[in-house]
């Protein structure tokens, strides 16, 4: 019984490893994230979904999921924010459909799209916004 623990311990961290290894956005609550981007002068990306919401949907499993943009959101704070969940944040910033996407910089909107993004036009954002 021990042997079988331990060998669904040893999976459970190889898959982890892996995961790790492939890649992936780290994202982070909105408190965590806007304290995390004002801390470290990088540029908060808030982007506002909701689990029913097939646009969000095809954006966490495309373009999220691009290595070219999974690279380039390590120079951002990924801030992830139900609307469902968070109603008082997603009014906070006026978000009335969604996906929306809004970049903050030292706290203050600076862009924001609205809608689905691919993967080449996600990246096209940030590059704009990065460059402000």
């Known amino acids: 019984m021990r042997k079988i623990l331990l060998f669904f311990v040893f ?5 982890g490893c ?9 994202w982070v609550n909105y408190e965590k994230g806007l304290e995390e981007s004002l801390n ?7 982007d506002f979904y909701a689990d029913w919401c097939g646009p969000c949907r095809r ?8 290595k ?11 801030i ?4 469902d969940e968070n109603p008082e944040i997603a009014n906070l910033y006026r ?14 909107e600076v862009y924001r799209t609205i ?11 940030m590059e704009k916004v990065l460059k402000m």
């Open 11 to 15: 999976i459970l961290l190889l898959i």
């Open 59 to 66: 954006m966490e499993n495309e373009t999220y999921k691009n």
């Open 80 to 83: 992830k924010i139900n609307v």
């Open 95 to 108: 978000v009335s459909q969604i996906p929306t996407i809004v970049y903050l910089k030292d706290g203050k």
């Open 40 to 46: 470290e002068n990088k540029i908060a990306i808030l």
């Open 68 to 78: 070219e943009v999974i690279e380039m959101m390590k120079n951002f704070v990924a």
């Open 115 to 125: 809608g689905y993004r691919n993967a080449e036009q996600f990246l096209a954002d």
């Open 18 to 26: 892996l995961k790790k290894e492939m890649g992936e956005i780290l």
